[in-house]
């Protein structure tokens, strides 16, 4: 996972989140996000925002399996996904779900 990525991925959910923001900015940081969801590695970083090891907030919990739940509706059978790849996500759906927290509810 490239740390830069997801520094700025962590950047860019704060922008659109912060009431003070300007529309010109929430715009360009929403478009940031979306390159990600058309990114094969984006339910990679989705995982890491969604896991409760990483302490985020639960918006940005959210958008992490918003990012996964992308891949795995839409792009299941892209050509993009190779057979590794789709177990990584299939290993990080199932290990989310034996880790909800009692707040998850």
């Known amino acids: 996972m490239?740390?830069?990525v997801l520094r700025n991925l962590l950047s860019a959910l704060e922008t659109?989140?912060?009431a003070a923001t300007t529309n010109n900015?929430?715009?360009q940081a929403q478009?940031?996000?979306?390159?990600?969801k058309r990114d094969p590695a984006g339910p990679l970083y989705g995982y890491y925002l969604a896991h409760k090891d990483n302490q985020q907030p639960d918006i940005v919990r959210h958008f992490g399996l918003s990012l996964m739940e992308n891949t795995a509706?839409?792009?299941?059978?892209?050509?993009?996904?190779?057979?590794?790849l789709k177990g990584q996500i299939r290993m990080n759906v199932m290990a989310l779900a034996s880790e909800v927290l009692d707040c998850d509810h």
């Open 2 to 4: 490239d740390e830069s």
């Open 16 to 18: 659109i989140n912060n």
């Open 25 to 27: 900015a929430r715009q």
């Open 31 to 36: 478009e940031y996000c979306e390159t990600l």
């Open 73 to 84: 509706r839409y792009k299941w059978s892209d050509a993009s996904l190779t057979p590794e």
